[in-house]
C-alpha cells in the first residue's frame, strides 16, 4: 500500500522558493491559507489536482507516494 508524502511536497516546495499564494493559484484556492491546509494534511487533495500540483513542483505524481512496508515484513527482513 502507497501513502501520501506530504514532506515532500513541503520540501519541494521549499527547494524551488515557491510560495504558498504561487501554489494556492497554481491550484486555483483563493488564498495561501487554504493551500496551507492542504499541505498540513488537514484537507485531502482530490486526484485531479495532483498533476497540477507535479507540474508547480517540477516533479511526477509517484513523488508524493512512499510505499508501506508491513512491520512484520520489515522484522523478517531485519532477521535475514
Do not use: H, W
Not at 493551500?35 to 497540477?52: D, F, S, T
Amino acid at each position: 500500500m502507497q501513502q501520501f508524502n506530504l514532506a515532500f511536497i513541503v520540501k519541494r516546495r521549499k527547494e524551488l522558493n515557491l510560495s504558498l499564494q504561487y501554489m494556492a493559484d497554481g491550484l486555483g484556492f483563493r488564498n495561501a491559507s487554504t493551500y496551507l491546509k492542504y499541505e498540513r494534511g488537514e484537507y485531502q487533495l482530490r486526484a485531479n489536482q495532483l498533476p497540477i500540483l507535479a507540474k508547480l513542483l517540477q516533479c511526477s505524481v509517484s513523488d508524493f507516494f512512499i510505499k508501506n512496508v508491513a512491520k512484520s515484513a520489515t522484522k523478517a527482513k531485519e532477521v535475514c
